[in-house]
């Protein structure tokens, strides 16, 4: 996964008049990750964006926001689970 650790300034204000804190932080996520591994039944890469954010199981959705959470703040312990795996 590629994310930006630049988060735009429209886009922080998009996410702060969101609705709620999931709208938020759904807006900022579409915002941040720049390339991605999901994919559909057929293989076929998602795109990303906030209605696909929104069908993620919890847990993907869940260590996809740990994940990108670590990495904006340049933690050396920012792993998905399956780089975790490959060691």
Known sequence: ???SK???AGTALA???AEDDVAGVLEML???IIDWDFTDEDQKKLTIE?????QLSLEDFT?????VTELATDSKDAKLPAEEVKG
């Open 1 to 3: 996964m590629t994310i």
């Open 6 to 8: 630049r988060l735009a």
């Open 15 to 17: 996410a702060a008049k």
């Open 30 to 32: 579409e915002d941040l």
């Open 50 to 54: 906030v209605d696909v954010l929104k």
């Open 63 to 67: 260590q996809l926001a740990q994940y």
